[in-house]
């Protein structure tokens, strides 16, 4: 099996970078490494987790290519793969930051969601949840993750328009907490890390469970009603959006 996920240590601290180009895009095999990355670092006793994409992007979200070949039972479990993933990065136990050191969008923008601090490539670089744009619904638990950072009246004009938000305006809102030259994100990611570390452990961890359990309750099935947006995924109006998306990115 290619491994997608590329690991490092750092005194502790576990690098994962996602390793599938030329985007990232989210297959099931990448989502269900990434799910396993996060166990296996927990597993290690690391004291944080650095998530990384690539140069192009940090993850172009899911790979609607590969979707659109698939039976509806096969879309649900890709989506399932990819919804734990993200419950994997919400409900760690140890802090993660998003390295985004390129784009990212829809479920790249997610994973982001998910993370304790976001630090992003400074530059004409995007990132947010642009769904409506190619005929989707963004479940309540994904909205649910967007208020949290940026407020309920601007999210629902970021998600009703389904905005990508250039890398200052990320900032200036609060969809990132941090910008650097992009070949400076992960260093910077790593340095913030290092940082809330050096807190008392049990108390900084303990008070970071109470503060992110809204992030993890967004991400529960009852919230996220995952059959609901499966079939909405197979509505004519939607597949037709999301085929002009594909014939775009071929051309």
Not at 39 to 51: E, P, S, Y
Not at 62 to 70: A, E, K, Q, R, Y
Not at 173 to 186: F, H, K, Q, S, T
Not at 243 to 249: D, E, G, N, Y
Request: proline residues 6%; negative net charge.
């Amino acid at each position: 099996m290619q491994p997608l996920i590329e690991r490092t240590e750092h005194d502790g601290i576990h690098e994962l970078r996602l390793a599938r180009p030329p985007v990232n895009a989210l297959d099931p095999e990448l989502c269900r490494q990434l799910r396993d990355a996060v166990a296996d670092a927990v597993a290690a006793d690391a004291r944080g987790i650095v998530l990384c994409g690539g140069p192009k992007a940090f993850s172009a979200g899911l790979d609607v290519p590969h979707l659109l070949t698939l039976d509806a039972r096969a879309v649900r479990d890709a989506w399932e793969d990819f919804f734990l993933a993200a419950r994997a990065l919400a409900g760690s136990p140890i802090p993660v930051v998003a390295a985004l050191n390129g784009h990212a969008p829809a479920g790249g923008c997610v994973l982001a969601l998910c993370c304790d601090y976001r630090v992003m490539a400074a530059g004409d670089y995007r990132l947010g949840l642009n769904e409506t744009q190619v005929g989707l619904v963004a479940p309540e638990g994904i909205q649910r993750l967007l208020r949290r950072v940026v407020g309920p009246h601007r999210a629902e004009r970021l998600l009703v328009a389904g905005e990508m938000v250039q890398a200052q305006r990320a900032l200036e809102i609060g969809l990132v907490d941090e910008l650097a030259e992009i070949e400076e994100v992960p260093r910077r990611a790593m340095a913030w890390l290092r940082e809330l570390l050096s807190l008392p452990r049990k108390p900084m961890l303990a008070t970071r469970a109470i503060a992110r359990a809204e992030v993890v309750a967004a991400l529960q099935p009852e919230v996220i009603e995952l059959d609901r947006f499966v079939a909405a995924w197979g509505d004519p109006e939607t597949q037709a959006a999301l085929r002009a998306l594909v014939a775009k990115l071929g051309k």
